[in-house]
């Protein structure tokens, strides 16, 4: 995600949007990237680790962006069923 | 002893020979240089020119980074060899932090292609010496991500050391921050910028001839700044 | 169809000859799928099933529209200038000095209602792969567009998501767009038309083909891995309706462009023809490997064996019919003798691209597909890719078409007097079709390459293809549905004029034509009539102007429901010009310049822009075409940009003279003062929209020879005003000011898009 | 996120990359959009299908995209040290 203080013209307009399109009460949207990394090998606290050195020196531009580096299951339900 | 300028090709580069075409046309010699080759060929100073480096997909000039030829350029960038990156080169020296900052979505979401207005803020650096200071010029402007932003301290930090090299004049086409179009390191031999020279060196297929100043800069004086 | 599924092998198609199929499902017609089981004297297997019919489905086997194109070979004009004709990926065309040139337009219309997006990204690739299968480099793009209404909701969804993909992929490429057309008409709403042109340049030698020769030759697919993309995508999608019947479960129908594996594909493969490494190649459109291998094997003198598991592929569920069915972008095909293998991959690997040893050709005649070590696919490729099914579909003139054209506009209120003239000219200049398409454009890169000497909204595009002696080719497209709607055999031929004019008018000479003819569903015989018309009227019309038709495209079943969209046929015709240094541009750009009509002008307002955009009407005839006069016409262009006789020229079309005046003024920032010649009235001078017409700017100092030589060839002139001030004014009618005009022009689209 | 069966070209150019940059074992990587949306009102369940309903007529192409639907407490913590 862009840092709170960069200007995210994505989310803007997409929060412009929303009214025009009957969704009202929506305070704030920002846009950013989501990446799914799949292991190969065993989650351990060392390969967390790598996952994150690699999100700082890579996937984010640390100049612009934060991350957060999240542990999920792989599942393979409709995305749409989960919440 | 003509002046070598070595042009930079990653996969997804377009306006590889056109940059080639613009420093043949200044008087001096270009050498293709490739991504996967560390070797600089003995060049005096390097292009990084405009296009869509590895497709752009992680965020324009991020994959480039990392390829061996800017390990090489990084490198020679530090000890004073005079580097211009064009667009997706600017958004490439940014990435390397050879320069600070960065280049995000245009503000209105467009891809924009137009024959831009510029003011040439600085005469100062290795690729602009042959402009007058302030000196309005128009070349074109083509790219996705060209909203220059950084935070407030390294943006008076710019101003304070005359390091902004231009502005857009008129309309801001793209959000930038304090409408800067190109920026330079203390040292003035990288320089970065988002509109494209190389595409304003013949009047039959751009919107004149401003853009060769930036390429008759470097040559002749490379040597010069190459030892300061 | 599941890859854990038993493989229904060419054995066991022979022993269950009763086996039920789903041949309907497929889009086949019962007689079809028993020409098949006939072709191979036993029951298709499924694997053989699926080639046959996405090979026989109308996009790819034209099975309605062959018996009309071949007029476009039986009428071809005798010119030198083809180096290949009709029936390759693109015609390929001789401008001179050892340098060729083959250009093709294409439709990606169904697939970009769907998915705007991709659907246009993925119709710019195809087409460029079309192009660089002749063996060229692709140096330009353009895009003709039509939308529905500008102010409907889903024109605002499909109509940036369009551009936005032409733009995304076409400018990752490093392709310049150099021209194309935006046209608005509800007839297209719920079926927009995406055409999408690309040309490419060679040298004489350079030229490639797709076939596939040579016994031992190697066969490789090289490009992206083969996912489940557009399966059934040419068949269903493409041919016959929208809804999803048919299309095998979580196989998605559309396709992801990748344009930077594109771009890849485009240096390795440019790589590959200079080192002269390939004996013949083939892109992978639609109908994926089951077009090209057919295609290949049939073109060639041999046959073919193709070992199916060695293709790469993005999804290991995938059954040997989906592989076969894929459209899966970014793909070619190359056959290869075997002493270049090496070599091929070697170059294929320095630009990362993936390259896979996938067959051979062999000294049979079949072409044989095998799948975990069993013969799944062992037919004669020729009636899978040449001899599918040819019908002469029933055509007849519509009822409604009397009446149509007996809707004369001669009846509509004209303005009354210049106030109104005014108002009219303001709203026809500003009006969706005739706007400014900044927005649109402005989203294309036009630089890249460093060729480009003319571009929107210029009369064509024209690219520079030497440096050293400004040789250089010059394209235009036009179309007119309204034209076409009211009748079809002149409506193609205006098409053709409109399009060599503008060629003509850049200074470039015309020599070969592309076309994509856009229709409904050919089903109804009044489409087919529209269909018979327009091809009958475009061949008849290229033979006078000797331009032959190089190659193209037919998309058929546009329509909404019953409801088919206007008759579209959209032609590009390409020039070429010896020294691009000499192009006439379309810039009133200095005072004083002498403004000259060349051409008649008659009261010609059916199909105009002034009856739809002040009343909403379509009726009557299209302005007549007069085919020697349009030659004339161009010859006199030519002569005076090549002499420097004209500082500027702009061809009329939609919205008449004065929207001409109106383009030309705001492109070079000067006005101009018109006087009405006698004969005419200011509405007519003013709004007529008769062919075989430009407008020309002359420096007073070359007024005199200039009118001189139109007089001695015969052609019509009028001085009809001059560059001056700040405003179009209209002698004793009224006066429109540059800063008005352009805010107006300026505005509509960002008003409705941005 | 890109539905499993459509092409992610920005995602296999990460994993391209990722083992020149001395990354490996990734296995596979999909690169998609995030949005964060801040609500004005309380949080209940009409609200949240009303976000679902926006995610599914707007923010995501249903045509070659599938989403899921989070809801998340506003953290102002620097999102690194989040896990
Ligand atoms: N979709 C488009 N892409 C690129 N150029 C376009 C597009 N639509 C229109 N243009 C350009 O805008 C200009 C005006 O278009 P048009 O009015 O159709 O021209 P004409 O009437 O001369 O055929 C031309 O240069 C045309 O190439
Ligand atoms: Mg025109």
Redesign the interface.
């Known amino acids: 995600?862009?840092k709170p203080?960069?200007?995210d013209?994505?989310?803007q307009?997409?929060q412009r949007?929303?009214p025009r399109?009957g969704?009202d009460?929506?305070?704030?949207?920002?846009?950013?990237?989501?990446?799914?990394?799949?292991?190969?090998?065993p989650l351990d606290e060392a390969?967390?680790e790598?996952v994150?050195?690699?999100a700082?020196?890579?996937?984010a531009?640390t100049?612009?962006e934060?991350?957060?580096?999240?542990?999920e299951e792989p599942v393979h339900v409709?995305?749409?069923e989960?919440? | 002893m003509t002046t070598r300028v070595g042009v930079v090709t990653f996969p997804g580069s377009l306006d590889d020979g056109d940059a080639r075409r613009a420093v043949k046309l200044a008087g001096a010699e270009p050498v293709a240089l490739w991504h996967g080759d560390k070797d600089l060929h003995q060049v005096d100073a390097v292009i990084l020119p405009g296009g869509f480096s590895y497709g752009d997909y992680l965020r324009c000039g991020a994959i480039a980074r990392f390829s061996p030829v800017m390990e090489t350029i990084i490198e020679g960038a530090r000890a004073g060899l005079p580097v211009l990156g064009i667009c997706n080169g600017f958004q490439v020296l940014c990435e390397s932090h050879l320069l600070p900052g960065a280049l995000t979505r245009n503000d209105h979401l467009h891809f924009i292609c137009r024959d831009q207005r510029l003011r040439v803020e600085s005469t100062a650096t290795a690729w602009t010496r042959a402009f007058a200071d302030g000196q309005e010029i128009t070349v074109p402007l083509k790219n996705g991500e060209g909203g220059y932003v950084a935070d407030e301290r390294t943006l008076d930090e710019l101003e304070a050391e005359g390091r902004v090299v231009f502005r857009y004049l008129d309309a801001n086409p793209n959000g930038s921050r304090r409408d800067i179009a190109g920026i330079t390191n203390p040292q003035g031999n990288v320089v970065g910028l988002m509109p494209h020279p190389e595409h304003a060196v013949e009047s039959l297929t751009g919107p004149g001839t401003d853009g060769l100043g930036f390429f008759t800069s470097v040559v002749g004086v490379v040597g010069e700044l190459v030892a300061r | 169809m599941s890859a854990h599924a038993r493989v229904d092998t060419v054995k066991h198609a022979e022993v269950t000859p009763e086996a039920p199929q789903p041949w309907a499902e497929l889009g086949l017609k019962e007689d079809e799928y028993a020409r098949i089981r006939e072709i191979l004297g036993r029951r298709p297997t499924g694997a053989e099933l699926a080639m046959y019919s996405v090979m026989w489905s109308e996009h790819c086997s034209y099975k309605s529209s062959k018996v009309h194109l071949a007029q476009f070979g039986e009428k071809a004009p005798a010119t030198d200038a083809l180096l290949v004709g009709i029936g390759e990926n693109a015609g390929v065309v001789d401008i001179g000095q050892g340098y060729a040139v083959t250009f093709k337009v294409e439709s990606h219309n169904h697939p970009s209602y769907i998915e705007p997006y991709q659907g246009a990204a993925t119709g710019i690739g195809g087409i460029v792969r079309d192009i660089l299968a002749m063996g060229a480099r692709p140096v330009a793009v353009m895009d003709p567009l039509r939308f529905g209404a500008a102010d409907h909701p889903d024109t605002r969804r499909v109509l940036p998501g369009v551009v936005a993909g032409i733009g995304g992929y076409g400018n990752c490429l490093g392709l310049p767009n150099i021209g194309g057309e935006v046209v608005f008409d509800p007839c297209y709403q719920g079926n927009p038309l995406v055409n999408a042109l690309c040309v490419g340049v060679m040298r004489h030698e350079d030229i490639h083909l797709a076939k596939a020769s040579g016994t031992g030759n190697r066969v490789i697919l090289y490009g992206a891995r083969t996912g489940g993309d557009g399966i059934g995508g040419v068949s269903v999608l493409a041919s016959e309706t929208f809804d999803d019947a048919g299309k095998p479960a979580k196989r998605p129908a559309v396709q992801v462009g990748d344009p930077f594996q594109e771009k890849l594909l485009i240096e390795c493969t440019l790589e590959i023809f200079a080192e002269k490494l390939v004996a013949g190649i083939q892109d992978l459109g639609g109908a994926g490997l089951s077009c090209a291998t057919s295609e290949l094997a049939s073109a060639g003198s041999g046959g073919m064996r193709i070992d199916l598991d060695a293709v790469p592929l993005r999804d290991s569920s995938l059954s040997p019919e989906e592989i076969l069915m894929s459209e899966s972008q970014e793909r070619m095909c190359a056959v290869v003798a075997p002493e270049n293998v090496e070599r091929f991959l070697a170059v294929c690997a320095k630009w990362d691209v993936i390259a896979t040893v996938i067959g051979a050709v062999t000294d049979g005649d079949r072409l044989e597909i095998h799948w975990r070590g069993e013969q799944i696919v062992d037919v004669p490729p020729r009636t899978v890719a040449h001899e599918g099914p040819v019908y002469r579909r029933p055509f007849a003139r519509p009822a409604w078409q009397d009446a149509l054209q007996a809707d004369d506009p001669a009846g509509l209120p004209r303005p009354a007097d210049g106030d109104e003239l005014r108002d009219h000219v303001l709203a026809v200049a500003s009006s969706p079709n005739q706007a400014s398409k900044s927005w649109i454009t402005d989203q294309y890169d036009r630089y890249v390459l460093g060729n480009t000497v003319l571009s929107q909204p210029e009369d064509s595009g024209m690219i520079r293809v030497d440096a050293t002696t400004n040789l250089g080719v010059a394209i235009a497209t036009d179309g007119n549905g309204r034209y076409a709607k009211l009748d079809p055999y002149t409506g193609a031929q205006l098409a053709l004029a409109e399009s060599y004019r503008n060629v003509a008018a850049t200074g470039a000479r015309p020599l070969a034509v592309t076309d994509c003819l856009n229709f409904g569903s050919p089903e109804d015989p009044a489409v087919m009539w529209q269909f018979a018309e327009a091809t009958r009227g475009l061949a008849d019309a290229c033979q006078v102007l000797g331009t032959p038709v190089t190659g193209g495209n037919v998309s058929l079943y546009n329509q909404t429901g019953d409801a088919a969209i206007h008759p579209t046929p959209v032609v590009g015709v390409l020039g070429v010009i010896d020294d691009v240094t000499r192009r006439t541009p379309m810039a009133f750009a200095t005072e004083g310049q002498l403004l000259h009509l060349l051409g008649d002008t008659a009261d010609e307002l059916g199909g105009s822009a002034w009856a739809q955009v002040v009343h909403g009407h379509l009726g009557g005839l299209p302005p007549r075409v007069d085919l020697e006069r349009e030659r004339l016409l161009a010859e006199i262009l030519l002569a005076a940009s090549r002499d420097g006789m004209i500082d500027a020229a702009h061809d009329l079309s939609d919205g008449g003279l004065v929207q001409a005046v109106v383009e030309s003024c705001l492109k070079g920032g000067h006005g101009a003062r018109l006087v009405v010649p006698d004969g005419l009235t200011p509405f007519t001078f003013l709004f007529s929209e008769s062919a075989g017409r430009a407008l020309v700017a002359v420096p007073r100092s070359e007024e005199v020879r200039f009118t001189d030589m139109c007089a001695a060839r015969g052609l019509p002139t009028a001085r009809v005003g001059v560059v001056t001030g700040e405003a179009v004014e209209v002698q004793g009618q009224f006066t429109l000011g540059l800063g008005e005009l352009r805010a107006a022009v300026d505005a509509t689209l960002p008003a409705l898009f941005g």
């Open positions: 995600m862009l203080e960069i200007l013209p994505q989310g307009a997409v949007a929303l399109l969704f009460g929506v305070a704030d949207v920002r846009q950013g990237k989501r990446f799914e990394l799949e292991l190969a090998d390969a967390i790598r994150r050195e690699m700082r020196t890579f996937l531009n100049v612009i934060d991350f957060t580096v999240r542990v409709r995305p749409e989960r919440l």
